[in-house]
Nanobody
Framework: QVQLTESGGGSVETGGSLLLSCAAT??????????MGWFRQAPGKEREGVAR????????SIADAVKGRFSVSQDSAKNTLYLHMTNLNPNDTAMYYC???????????????????WGQGTQVTVSS
């Protein structure tokens, strides 16, 4: 099973930016569809999808809550998925997780959270 490690989280003020990284031990293309996604979970809240990208950077889907502020990309050479976050606000405060190894379509795995591998998470805290 692929191992995922998130990094790049931290504390920022409203309007700030962060770049999260998700490093995989093996290339995403070695797993079904090469799908990878970003999710987040705030205290007392359900996990929600943030963004996803297929192998090679597309197709990409961004959640409405972060559309226009967040973007996702992949670096196949580094086996890494990135989440570019800008114009952060306190509602973005959450533990952010990446996921990979999808047995279905990228869209289906993202929508239903059906991934075989999850990272340990990286905390993002946005103060007002």
């Amino acid at each position: 099973q692929v191992q995922l490690t998130e990094s790049g989280g931290g504390s920022v003020e409203t309007g700030g930016s962060l770049l999260l990284s998700c490093a995989a031990t093996t290339p995403a293309w070695k797993y079904a569809n090469g799908c990878m996604g970003w999710f987040r979970q705030a205290p007392g809240k359900e996990r929600e999808g943030v963004a996803r990208s297929g192998l090679g950077g597309g197709p990409t889907s961004i959640a409405d809550a972060v559309k226009g502020r967040f973007s996702v990309s992949q670096d196949s050479a580094k086996n890494t998925l990135y989440l570019h976050m800008t114009n952060l606000n306190p509602n973005d405060t959450a533990m952010y997780y990446c996921a990979s190894d999808c047995d279905y379509s990228c869209d289906y795995c993202y929508t239903h959270g059906l991934y075989n591998a999850w990272g340990q998470g990286t905390q993002v805290t946005v103060s007002s």
